[in-house]
């Protein structure tokens, strides 16, 4: 029997990074596009009093992928609480080599 393959992971995308305020706090997410990103900090601002910044986009030819790459390579400073799964407690530079590791695995 062949195995089934999710056509949703092979995705081209991008990789981003997010975070809050002035703090150690940091979104890793995944998006389509620019616009998409934006929509996805605007709808993530609503909901927040602290002010949320865009801190970095990694082109990659399969987002998911690279996602689970640097959720797994920050699991040990991932924030827990609320049942999130995309936000982190760590410095920018922790974060970025997380992100860039990952990305460069799925290049364009």
Not at 37 to 65: D, E, H, P
Not at 90 to 101: C, G, L, Q, W
Request: some cysteine; overall charge positive.
């Amino acid at each position: 029997m062949a195995d089934i393959v999710d056509v949703n992971l092979n995705q081209p995308g991008l990789i981003y990074i997010i975070q809050e305020a002035l703090s150690n706090y940091f979104k890793v997410g995944v998006s389509t596009t620019k616009e998409t990103v934006k929509r996805r900090i605007s709808n993530l601002q609503s909901g927040n009093w602290r002010r949320l910044t865009l801190k970095q986009t990694n082109a990659v030819s399969n987002m998911n992928l690279a996602e689970k790459e640097a959720h797994k390579s920050l699991q040990d400073v991932q924030v827990r609480a609320g049942g999130g799964q995309e936000w982190f407690h760590s410095s920018f530079e922790r974060i970025s080599d997380a992100v860039n590791a990952a990305a460069g695995k799925y290049p364009c």
